[in-house]
């Protein structure tokens, strides 16, 4: 009788962690949700402690650049969660921002490559591009998107 007992307790006692455990599975998580955790990037946005040097940084870049000519100003310190990156580059309109993840890289295991999308000589549109404050994040500008590099 004891051991029936015992029986029917461990069967209940699987069933209801087995029910438990089914109950305290998180739902999957997409790769973009995944990734703007790692880097993200918007159109002609500044952060509220950026706007004073970003517009002075941006009105220098207009004014002396060539259409075409990337500017970079980075924003990054030892303490942030996030570092900022605006990127500029007369005469275009969009961006393309891409991240590329090479863990056995020694130097650099992210990098991030941008490139002007869409040509416009009246445009004098920036990027803004957040990434996780990591030193070894390296950015590459490039005439050329990276699909037309990769031969996409």
């Given at each position: 009788?004891?051991?029936?007992?015992?029986?029917?307790?461990?069967?209940?006692?699987?069933?209801?962690?087995?029910?438990?455990?089914?109950?305290?599975?998180?739902?999957?998580?997409?790769?973009?949700?995944?990734?703007?955790?790692?880097?993200?990037?918007?159109?002609?946005?500044?952060?509220?402690?950026?706007?004073?040097?970003?517009?002075?940084?941006?009105a220098d870049a207009q004014a002396e650049g060539a259409e075409g000519q990337f500017f970079i100003k980075n924003f990054q310190?030892?303490?942030?969660?996030?570092?900022?990156?605006?990127?500029?580059?007369?005469?275009?309109?969009?961006?393309?921002?891409?991240?590329?993840?090479?863990?056995?890289?020694?130097?650099?295991?992210?990098?991030?490559?941008?490139?002007?999308?869409?040509?416009?000589?009246?445009?004098?549109?920036?990027?803004?591009?957040?990434?996780?404050?990591d030193l070894s994040i390296m950015y590459i500008v490039a005439?050329?998107?990276?699909?037309?590099?990769?031969?996409?």
């Open positions: 009788m004891r051991a029936r007992w015992l029986t029917v307790g461990l069967c209940l006692g699987l069933c209801l962690t087995g029910c438990t455990a089914e109950g305290a599975k998180k739902p999957p998580v997409s790769l973009e949700s995944a990734m703007q955790h790692v880097y993200s990037y918007s159109l002609n946005e500044i952060e509220p402690e950026h706007v004073e040097e970003v517009t002075q940084w941006l310190d030892d303490t942030s969660e996030y570092a900022y990156t605006y990127g500029y580059a007369g005469g275009y309109a969009d961006y393309e921002v891409s991240f590329i993840y090479t863990p056995k890289d020694p130097v650099s295991t992210g990098k991030i490559h941008i490139a002007g999308t869409r040509k416009d000589s009246l445009a004098h549109h920036f990027v803004q591009i957040k990434t996780v404050n005439d050329e998107r990276l699909e037309e590099l990769l031969g996409f």
